[in-house]
Nanobody, 126 residues
Framework: QVQLVESGGGLVQAGGSLRLSCAASDGTLSSNLMGWFRQAPGKEREFVAAISWSGGNIYYADSVKGRFTISRDNAKNTVYLQMNSLKPEDTAGYYC???????????????????WGQGTQVTITS
Protein backbone atom coordinates (compact mmCIF):
# COMPACT_ATOMS: atom_id res chain seq x y z
CA GLN A 1 0.00 0.00 0.00
CA VAL A 2 1.29 3.41 -0.94
CA GLN A 3 2.19 5.62 1.98
CA LEU A 4 3.08 9.28 2.16
CA VAL A 5 4.79 10.47 5.32
CA GLU A 6 5.14 14.18 6.06
CA SER A 7 7.60 15.73 8.44
CA GLY A 8 9.01 19.12 9.31
CA GLY A 9 6.05 20.89 10.85
CA GLY A 10 6.34 22.90 14.02
CA LEU A 11 5.78 26.14 15.87
CA VAL A 12 7.55 29.26 14.62
CA GLN A 13 7.15 33.00 14.90
CA ALA A 14 5.80 35.10 12.07
CA GLY A 15 8.51 35.83 9.53
CA GLY A 16 10.21 32.54 10.18
CA SER A 17 10.74 29.54 7.93
CA LEU A 18 9.97 25.84 7.87
CA ARG A 19 10.74 23.06 5.43
CA LEU A 20 8.26 20.26 5.03
CA SER A 21 9.18 16.89 3.56
CA CYS A 22 6.98 14.17 2.14
CA ALA A 23 8.47 10.73 1.60
CA ALA A 24 6.63 8.26 -0.60
CA SER A 25 6.91 4.54 0.03
CA ASP A 26 6.22 3.70 -3.60
CA GLY A 27 8.74 4.80 -6.13
CA THR A 28 6.13 4.82 -8.89
CA LEU A 29 4.65 7.96 -7.39
CA SER A 30 7.71 9.79 -8.49
CA SER A 31 6.26 9.77 -12.00
CA ASN A 32 3.11 11.55 -10.94
CA LEU A 33 1.96 14.99 -9.98
CA MET A 34 2.44 15.63 -6.28
CA GLY A 35 1.09 18.45 -4.21
CA TRP A 36 0.69 20.10 -0.84
CA PHE A 37 -2.61 21.10 0.66
CA ARG A 38 -3.49 22.64 4.00
CA GLN A 39 -6.50 22.69 6.24
CA ALA A 40 -7.22 24.97 9.16
CA PRO A 41 -9.85 24.13 11.79
CA GLY A 42 -13.34 24.75 10.47
CA LYS A 43 -12.14 25.37 6.94
CA GLU A 44 -11.99 23.31 3.78
CA ARG A 45 -8.79 21.76 2.59
CA GLU A 46 -7.08 24.17 0.23
CA PHE A 47 -4.42 23.88 -2.43
CA VAL A 48 -0.95 25.17 -1.64
CA ALA A 49 1.42 23.96 -4.35
CA ALA A 50 1.96 21.16 -6.87
CA ILE A 51 4.83 19.89 -8.98
CA SER A 52 5.03 17.60 -11.99
CA TRP A 53 7.37 14.64 -12.26
CA SER A 54 10.06 16.57 -14.09
CA GLY A 55 9.60 19.68 -12.03
CA GLY A 56 8.89 21.52 -15.23
CA ASN A 57 5.36 22.38 -14.17
CA ILE A 58 4.95 24.03 -10.80
CA TYR A 59 1.81 25.63 -9.43
CA TYR A 60 1.19 27.79 -6.39
CA ALA A 61 -1.81 29.25 -4.65
CA ASP A 62 -1.83 33.03 -4.88
CA SER A 63 -1.60 33.26 -1.10
CA VAL A 64 1.83 31.60 -1.01
CA LYS A 65 3.46 32.79 -4.24
CA GLY A 66 6.84 34.32 -3.60
CA ARG A 67 7.05 32.82 -0.12
CA PHE A 68 6.78 29.05 -0.62
CA THR A 69 8.83 26.83 -2.92
CA ILE A 70 7.94 23.27 -3.88
CA SER A 71 10.59 20.88 -5.13
CA ARG A 72 11.14 17.16 -5.49
CA ASP A 73 13.93 14.62 -5.48
CA ASN A 74 12.71 11.63 -7.46
CA ALA A 75 15.74 9.56 -6.52
CA LYS A 76 14.60 9.84 -2.90
CA ASN A 77 10.86 9.71 -3.66
CA THR A 78 10.53 12.92 -1.69
CA VAL A 79 8.76 16.23 -2.19
CA TYR A 80 9.64 19.35 -0.23
CA LEU A 81 7.86 22.55 0.64
CA GLN A 82 10.13 25.39 1.71
CA MET A 83 8.06 27.99 3.52
CA ASN A 84 9.52 31.43 4.15
CA SER A 85 8.09 34.67 5.53
CA LEU A 86 5.47 32.69 7.38
CA LYS A 87 2.32 34.43 8.56
CA PRO A 88 -0.19 33.50 11.27
CA GLU A 89 -2.72 32.78 8.52
CA ASP A 90 -0.45 29.98 7.29
CA THR A 91 -1.31 28.05 10.43
CA ALA A 92 -2.89 24.74 9.41
CA GLY A 93 -2.36 21.04 9.04
CA TYR A 94 -0.30 20.49 5.90
CA TYR A 95 -0.94 17.41 3.80
CA CYS A 96 1.08 15.84 1.04
CA UNK A 97 -0.84 14.28 -1.84
CA UNK A 98 -0.04 12.28 -4.94
CA UNK A 99 -1.97 11.30 -8.01
CA UNK A 100 -2.35 7.74 -9.09
CA UNK A 101 -1.35 6.68 -12.59
CA UNK A 102 -4.80 7.17 -14.07
CA UNK A 103 -5.88 10.36 -12.37
CA UNK A 104 -6.26 13.70 -14.07
CA UNK A 105 -8.13 16.93 -13.62
CA UNK A 106 -7.36 20.22 -11.99
CA UNK A 107 -4.21 20.19 -9.89
CA UNK A 108 -5.82 22.36 -7.24
CA UNK A 109 -8.73 20.07 -6.41
CA UNK A 110 -8.17 17.59 -3.57
CA UNK A 111 -10.50 15.08 -5.22
CA UNK A 112 -8.02 14.64 -8.08
CA UNK A 113 -5.40 13.13 -5.80
CA UNK A 114 -5.45 9.47 -4.80
CA UNK A 115 -2.94 9.23 -1.98
CA TRP A 116 -2.62 11.37 1.12
CA GLY A 117 -0.28 11.65 4.04
CA GLN A 118 -1.37 11.92 7.64
CA GLY A 119 -0.50 15.60 7.83
CA THR A 120 1.92 17.72 9.80
CA GLN A 121 0.91 20.71 11.90
CA VAL A 122 2.31 24.15 11.18
CA THR A 123 1.61 26.84 13.76
CA ILE A 124 2.72 30.44 13.27
CA THR A 125 2.62 32.83 16.21
CA SER A 126 2.42 36.60 15.87
Amino acid sequence: QVQLVESGGGLVQAGGSLRLSCAASDGTLSSNLMGWFRQAPGKEREFVAAISWSGGNIYYADSVKGRFTISRDNAKNTVYLQMNSLKPEDTAGYYCAARGPYSSGSYYRPRNYDYWGQGTQVTITS
